[in-house]
């Protein structure tokens, strides 16, 4: 019996691993993922398909390292119209319960003045935030007892095909790394 149990356990594994190791290998421009962009619209990652994405994750709340990832993609965004690349930008929320659609148009579009309509304010729900958070490789916990975020200030590139071509694993890397 314990045998038994075992090997199904052993075989359930290896399926996991299989279906783990299949999932990290697709584009996440094929990812099912459901969002709502800024405007409350449908949005997916395939809409992408065909662009570079410089990709991050924030959220609208963070006293700390978020608007210090925005003023990256910033930066970011300039170094790639310099060399006339075009490129989107992407910011899916770490806290999708606060950081609704309509809260996303008034702090990012109005409080921070990001009117280009390449850059996308993406909410999902909280299984579809984790699932792309493993996905992109950025850690997040919520702390209990204040309710702030701790997380990773990564920001990733997405080549055409949707797969991480670069990441910045800080931010005290420079954004033309992104394009070495």
């Not at 993609?73 to 992407?90: G, M, R, Y």
């Not at 850059?119 to 850690?139: I, Y």
């Not at 590139?157 to 033309?176: A, F, T, V, Y």
Request: proline share 2%; with cysteine; hydrophobic share 40%.
């Amino acid at each position: 019996m314990i045998a038994k149990n075992f090997l199904k356990l052993l075989l359930l594994s290896l399926f996991l691993f299989q279906v783990s190791a299949e999932s990290c290998e697709l584009s996440l421009y094929h990812s099912t993922h459901s969002w709502k962009d800024e405007s409350n619209h449908e949005f997916s990652l395939g809409q992408l398909k065909g662009k570079k994405v410089i990709m991050a994750m924030a959220y609208t709340s963070c006293q700390g390292t978020c608007p210090m990832i925005v003023s990256k993609l910033k930066k970011a965004e300039a170094v790639f119209k310099e060399k006339n690349i075009p490129v989107e930008v992407a910011i899916i929320t770490f806290d999708p319960g606060f950081d609704t659609p309509e809260r996303h148009q008034a702090y990012y579009r109005e409080k921070m003045g990001i009117k280009n309509s390449n850059w996308h304010f993406l909410n999902g729900s909280e299984a579809e935030t984790r699932k792309m958070s493993m996905l992109l490789g950025v850690k997040y916990a919520r702390n209990q007892a204040s309710g702030m975020i701790i997380h990773d200030n990564k920001i990733i590139l997405l080549n055409e095909h949707g797969e991480i071509e670069k990441k910045l694993e800080s931010l005290d890397e420079e954004e033309k790394n992104l394009l070495n």
